[in-house]
């Protein structure tokens, strides 16, 4: 397949119209629209997006395009990607064609030991970024009460596979967590 031809419903347009000789090596996925949280300043209005996401199918499709195209690493945002109850198989193809997951943007809720088990039964190593708004004021923030308590519990869990996190600020004064899984 010729990548300046791909399924034009389903590879955004400015893959076919990149420079000659430029290629591109990472897309990012907004894997899913639905979420578990209620967050003040969200993105894409999760919950109650109108296109919740896409059907398994046209994922992989898409997943097969882009490994013609070259390209070798996926970032998975969402919404809260662990929602989707087909995230295995997305890992799976992603897996055989070798593209690696680079970064998974969660809310943590949904981190579990059975999800890190997941995706090193693919070889998967992502570094995960995780959503912490800072004590007392993340159940606020996220409109989940909880919310900390469950980061907590994500945060935990990675540093018990000895996963250091990195934590930063953002533009917004919020504190996101990036934590590499090795
Ligand atoms: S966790 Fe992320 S996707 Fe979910 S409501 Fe909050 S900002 Fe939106």
Known sequence: MDCRQPDRLLIRKEVRHLPKGRRLFIAKSYSTRKCNYRCRHCLVSAPNAHHPQLPLQDFLHIIREIAVCGINRV?????????????????????????????????????????????????????????????????????????ELEADKAFRLLQKHELQPNMEKSKAGVTNGTVLLS
Do not use: C
Not at 101 to 109: D, L, R
Not at 131 to 147: C, I, N, P, Q
């Open 75 to 147: 970032d998975i945002t969402g919404g809260e990607p662990f929602l989707r109850s087909d995230f295995e198989e997305i890992v799976k193809e992603l897996s055989s064609f070798n593209i690696d997951i680079g970064t998974v943007f969660t809310n943590a809720s949904l981190l579990t030991e059975d999800v890190l088990q997941m995706l090193k039964k693919y070889h998967q190593y992502p570094a995960f970024q995780l959503s912490f708004d800072g004590l007392g004021h993340h159940d606020w923030l996220r409109g989940v009460e909880g919310a």
